[in-house]
């Protein structure tokens, strides 16, 4: 069947390539990425709890950064002050939040250009001209509810689908 099928792949491509004996060829196979099929599918499970009002936290989403944001007031104020008809993606923290959550924000960290990871998530890194996250590989500047403001970036950072189970997201 397909799944004994590929297992004897990985382990035929390991001996190719030189690996010798089983028991160092049983270790490597566990440790191999992911098959796509198995990426596609997981998800990714976050307390929330001990992120404070205006940090971020980095986490991991199918092999890609994620971030989660507890917003400031100050913040969430920033981002609905802006007239979301004016962006070149346009959208409102509303849109971008889940109901009753609207303080916590969840993006891919993933700049929306060619794919960097933005900066901001960490404490001390830049945030941009507007105070969210900022793309050092070319400039794009992203807001408070993680939408292009300005640079190359087309489009604002991928919200993932997620829900909440009392303090814990689960994303995917
Ligand atoms: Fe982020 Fe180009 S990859 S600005």
């Known amino acids: ?23 160092v060829i049983f270790p490597l196979v566990s440790q191999m990425a992911p098959t796509a099929d198995v990426l596609a599918a997981s998800t990714t499970e976050v307390d929330v709890s001990q992120v404070q009002v205006g940090q971020s936290i980095k986490s991991v989403f199918r092999d890609q950064p994620l971030f989660i944001k507890r917003l400031t007031p100050e913040e969430i104020a920033a981002a609905n002050d802006v007239d979301a008809g004016s962006l070149r993606d346009p959208e409102t923290l509303a849109d971008r939040t889940l109901e009753g959550h609207e303080d916590i924000l969840v993006t891919m960290g993933v700049c929306t250009h060619l794919g960097c990871v933005p900066l901001g998530a960490a404490e001390g890194e830049n945030k941009g001209e507007f105070g969210g996250y900022y793309c050092p590989c070319h400039g794009s500047h992203y807001d408070t509810a993680g939408r292009i403001r300005k640079g190359p970036a087309p489009t604002n950072l991928t919200v993932p689908d997620y829900a909440f189970n009392g303090d814990v997201i689960r994303v995917g």
Do not use: N, Q, S
């Not at 069947?1 to 028991?23: F, K, Q, Y």
């Open 1 to 23: 069947d397909g799944v004994r099928r590929r297992d004897w792949i990985h382990i035929a491509a390991l001996g190719t390539a030189g690996v010798g004996g089983a028991a």
